[in-house]
């Protein structure tokens, strides 16, 4: 799965929307920790629940600043 949108945050918890890059599944208000980890490490992990697959691994940034500048965009859409 893969971060499409930031819904909402508070302290340490970030609750976002999934989609899934193989079928197009949404989950949307998946709650998780506002942590590298949980953006790079489970998310990517985490199964679709309609096709069962998972994202065929983190997603890739040459730089910390195109990371970033990613970040910066889908948190920028939970002040929209
Ligand atoms: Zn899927």
């Known amino acids: 799965m893969e971060i499409i949108k930031v819904n909402k945050q508070i302290r340490h918890h970030i609750w976002v929307k999934l989609?899934?890059?193989h079928c197009g599944?949404?989950?949307d208000?998946?709650?998780?920790?506002?942590n590298p980890e949980y953006f790079f490490q489970i998310i990517p992990d985490m199964e679709c629940p309609r096709c069962k697959k998972k994202a065929d691994g983190p997603k890739f940034f040459k730089t910390q600043m195109e990371m970033i500048s990613w970040l910066k965009t889908i948190?920028?859409?939970c002040n929209a």
Do not use: K
């Open 29 to 34: 208000d998946a709650c998780g920790l506002n």
């Open 25 to 27: 599944e949404i989950v």
């Open 19 to 21: 989609s899934c890059e």
């Open 75 to 77: 948190i920028g859409d």
